[in-house]
């Protein structure tokens, strides 16, 4: 599977995440990391009913930059 770039502005902030898809037992999930940050593991969470990061600093992520990062994953729009 291959990395895709994409660019955000969000409340003025610019962000340029990379996102490369990976199979971990049969599913999709996202290797993201924005402004050379260090990597973040998006995948489905049925609980939110949207992708969303796992690893332990995933709250180290604001949340509209998550919320968007989702929605450009879920939409195929990277």
Known sequence: MQEHSFEL?????????????????????FK???NNSDDHIFTWDSRLGRLAPINDDAGTIPDD??????GKLQAGKY
């Open 9 to 29: 502005l969000l409340n003025g902030v610019p962000y340029f995440v990379k996102a490369e898809p990976f199979s971990f037992n049969e599913e999709t999930r």
């Open 32 to 34: 993201v990391s924005f």
């Open 65 to 70: 930059l998550e919320m968007a990062i989702a």
